[in-house]
């Protein structure tokens, strides 16, 4: 059967420190919503989605902020009926803008062809392991009940730090170590390479060029998400993380970045300047 005509299923995690939906999750809910053939929405935020976009998610779960996006996932699993009937159910969160072009091509990407987990990237940051921000459980390990039993043992945990110690740095590891094939679009180096570095150089501010372009050269194992994103999204990644352009942690020149989305892509930029200008860490002293 075309991979094209199999269905999937979404697990949205949703979080605003207003309590809004925002409209680049909004931008990003149409786009899911061309592909996947059932949407569930679990916030720790919002009440519902705005009038006039309820079409967009097939089920909208509320629920106390507690566990983090993970523990939303395991809500929206085990409200999704018939999970043997998707060929995969793909697991998400609101921390990336975008899709910045079709999302089908990530989902037919060669390298994830035959992987029952995947990730949109991997990363040696900490450890290595798949990030969380999109990754994927497919229909064999969901017939064998083994998604259920990783669902079954996550607990709604106190930090962020916790979440990520204990469920992301781990699964693929476990995953692979019980015999699943584990994968992701997006393997490669995560130092930028003398060309992505030179690009990401912005001249309007030279200091601040200077420090990522000596973080650059120093650097082990970042964040590719954030250290390697124009690899990143070349390498077949449709999205950008919000931190990147919200708060910066490795001082990338975001002049190139937008740039870029602007030449080369049909996202808007203005949701992405409303959005990090309203959430930014500053904008609640």
């Known amino acids: 059967m075309d991979r094209q005509l199999l269905r999937r299923a979404l697990i949205l995690s949703h979080f605003d420190p207003e309590g809004i939906v925002d409209p680049h999750f909004l931008f990003s809910l149409a786009a899911y919503r061309e592909i996947f053939s059932h949407i ?25 902020n507690t566990g983090y996006d993970f523990y939303s996932w395991k809500i929206g699993y085990n409200a999704l009926g018939e999970k043997d009937s998707f060929f995969e159910i793909v697991f998400a969160n609101d921390s990336i803008y975008g899709p910045l072009f079709d ?39 969901i017939a064998a ?34 015999g699943w094939r584990v994968s992701a679009v997006f393997s490669g180096t995560t130092r930028p390479s003398p060309r992505d570095s030179r690009m990401m150089i912005d001249l309007r501010k030279p200091l601040r060029s200077a420090l990522f372009y000596w973080r650059a050269l120093r650097a082990r194992a970042q964040n590719p998400m954030h250290q390697s994103w124009l690899k990143v999204i070349e390498g077949g ?19 190139p970045i937008r740039s870029y989305i602007a030449r080369k892509t049909r996202y808007p930029l203005a949701l992405i300047d409303a959005h990090a200008a309203r959430t930014h860490p500053g904008a609640f002293h």
Do not use: C
């Open 145 to 178: 009940g083994a998604a259920q039993s990783f669902w079954d043992r996550i607990e709604p945990l106190p930090s962020k730090a916790d979440v990520i110690n204990r469920y992301e740095l781990q699964m693929a590891e476990k995953f692979q170590a019980a």
């Open 103 to 141: 999302l089908r091509h990530s989902l037919l990407h060669p390298a994830i062809k035959d992987a029952d987990f995947w990730a949109m990237t991997s990363s040696h940051q900490i450890r290595w392991h798949l990030q969380s921000y999109f990754f994927s459980m497919r229909f064999p390990m």
């Open 237 to 255: 990644v449709p999205f950008i993380k919000v931190e990147l352009l919200r708060t910066n942690p490795l001082y990338i020149p975001e002049e």
């Open 40 to 64: 569930t929405v679990v916030s720790t935020a919002a009440q519902r989605l705005p009038p006039g976009f309820e079409r967009l998610a097939d089920t909208f779960i509320n629920r106390e």
